[in-house]
């Protein structure tokens, strides 16, 4: 009797010993759960305040967009998460004549990026950028541009997506690759955050995997009006075949959203592929997506309002990103670049 329970106490002591340093078998990761803690109604909750008229338009380098930076940070804060270790705080500091064109009547003051960070288990040294731009384009005529889909929509996306991973991550899943929420300032300026981080990156620009860029996600346009369950996806396939499927197999297993790829295409117009700050990462060799929900009538207009996001939909491109992110930050491989951008 003595015996044997001695050796069930060694039995007990080598298992638990083992369990300790099992790895987790992501493989199993309850990824749904996750994806689904990024509901409409936090959303609302959080673009309710990014987009209030107290942040007065969040024009870069004002003291309403550093508010409303303020509360992301506490955000990110109430969550567990902190900036990155490199860092000495939450901010990019970019002084204003960075962002002054000599033949822009505008003159921005300083203005900062935000960044939160999730450390990676296994390869922390690869990076994933989540961006979106917190700026918008301020007051004009005593009316407030709340910009509540241009970005406040991407803004608070990154806010519960990175929650999603800090889950994940207390639950013994965390990233295997790190990830940077990557708050932009002066986007609506000329992407002159994105350029900043680009021309000044704090990780090298070789360990940084891929930019999702989430810039207006929370409306339709004209040509949707009848289904709003698709995202204008714009990118993908420039740089890396590998991106673009994964993107492609995280939809078909998890949103099932419409990926409409008729921004993509390189004789359109528009040419949106030049027009957010994704392309500042592209530019530099770096594998991105768009995500995007076109053009509406609010769209740089004073009625760019919360109570008009369509916050069902904005929990789906958001969870897409989500999906997509999962998969880059932990899957094997990075993807690879074998496309020049074009
Ligand atoms: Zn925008």
Same mark, same amino acid.
């Given at each position: 009797?003595?015996?044997?329970?001695?050796?069930?106490?060694?039995?007990?002591?080598?298992?638990?010993?083992?369990?300790?340093?099992?790895?987790?078998?992501?493989?199993?990761?309850?990824?749904?759960?996750?994806?689904?803690?990024?509901?409409?109604?936090?959303?609302?909750?959080?673009?309710?305040?990014?987009?209030?008229?107290?942040?007065?338009?969040?024009?870069?380098?004002?003291?309403?967009?550093?508010?409303?930076?303020?509360?992301?940070?506490?955000?990110?804060?109430?969550?567990?998460? #902190?900036?990155?270790?490199?860092? $000495?705080?939450?901010?990019?500091?970019?002084?204003?004549?960075?962002?002054?064109?000599?033949?822009?009547?505008?003159?921005?003051?300083?203005?900062?990026?935000?960044?939160?960070?999730?450390?990676?288990?296994?390869?922390?040294?690869?990076?994933? =950028?989540?961006?979106?731009?917190?700026?918008?384009?301020?007051?004009?005529?005593?009316?407030?541009?709340?910009?509540?889909?241009?970005?406040? #929509?991407?803004?608070?996306?990154?806010?519960?997506?990175?929650?999603?991973?800090?889950?994940?991550?207390?639950?013994?899943?965390?990233?295997?690759?790190?990830?940077?929420?990557?708050?932009?300032?002066?986007?609506?300026?000329?992407?002159?955050? #994105?350029?900043?981080?680009?021309?000044?990156?704090?990780?090298?620009?070789? #360990? $940084?995997?891929?930019?999702?860029?989430?810039?207006?996600?929370?409306?339709?346009?004209?040509?949707?009006?009848?289904?709003?369950?698709?995202?204008? =996806?714009?990118? %993908?396939?420039?740089? %890396?075949?590998?991106?673009?499927?994964?993107?492609?197999?995280?939809?078909?297993?998890? $949103?099932?959203? $419409?990926?409409?790829?008729?921004?993509?295409?390189?004789?359109?117009?528009?040419?949106?592929?030049?027009? %957010?700050?994704?392309?500042?990462?592209?530019?530099?060799?770096?594998?991105?997506?768009?995500?995007?929900?076109?053009?509406?009538?609010?769209?740089?207009?004073?009625?760019?309002?919360?109570?008009?996001?369509?916050?069902?939909?904005?929990?789906?491109?958001?969870?897409?990103?989500?999906?997509?992110?999962?998969?880059?930050?932990?899957?094997?491989?990075?993807?690879? =670049?074998?496309?020049?951008?074009?």
């Amino acid at each position: 009797m003595k015996k044997l329970t001695l050796l069930s106490l060694t039995l007990l002591f080598l298992a638990c010993g083992t369990a300790k340093n099992v790895k987790k078998d992501y493989a199993k990761a309850p990824v749904e759960k996750y994806m689904n803690s990024i509901t409409p109604d936090d959303l609302k909750k959080h673009l309710f305040i990014v987009a209030n008229d107290s942040m007065e338009g969040r024009n870069t380098g004002t003291e309403g967009q550093k508010k409303a930076g303020k509360y992301l940070i506490g955000q990110y804060k109430a969550n567990g998460i #902190s900036f990155p270790p490199p860092a $000495t705080d939450w901010y990019q500091k970019i002084p204003a004549a960075y962002m002054s064109k000599s033949y822009s009547p505008v003159k921005p003051g300083d203005s900062e990026n935000i960044w939160a960070f999730i450390e990676g288990s296994e390869k922390p040294n690869e990076i994933l =950028v989540i961006s979106a731009h917190y700026d918008h384009v301020g007051t004009k005529n005593g009316e407030v541009y709340n910009g509540a889909d241009d970005d406040g #929509s991407g803004t608070v996306a990154l806010l519960e997506i990175a929650q999603a991973f800090a889950q994940a991550k207390k639950e013994g899943y965390g990233p295997k690759r790190s990830i940077l929420f990557l708050h932009v300032t002066g986007e609506e300026l000329g992407l002159h955050g #994105s350029r900043y981080y680009s021309d000044h990156p704090l990780f090298p620009i070789d #360990s $940084t995997i891929t930019d999702l860029n989430i810039d207006m996600i929370g409306r339709r346009d004209e040509a949707h009006k009848d289904n709003g369950n698709y995202v204008y =996806v714009i990118g %993908s396939d420039r740089l %890396s075949t590998d991106l673009h499927n994964i993107n492609e197999a995280a939809n078909a297993k998890y $949103t099932h959203l $419409t990926l409409d790829y008729t921004f993509n295409d390189r004789k359109d117009p528009n040419q949106f592929y030049f027009r %957010s700050d994704h392309y500042n990462f592209a530019k530099k060799g770096i594998p991105i997506i768009f995500y995007f929900n076109g053009v509406h009538d609010d769209y740089h207009m004073a009625t760019d309002e919360p109570q008009k996001i369509e916050y069902d939909l904005l929990a789906k491109r958001a969870q897409l990103a989500f999906v997509t992110a999962w998969e880059l930050a932990n899957r094997p491989d990075r993807p690879v =670049v074998d496309k020049d951008g074009k």
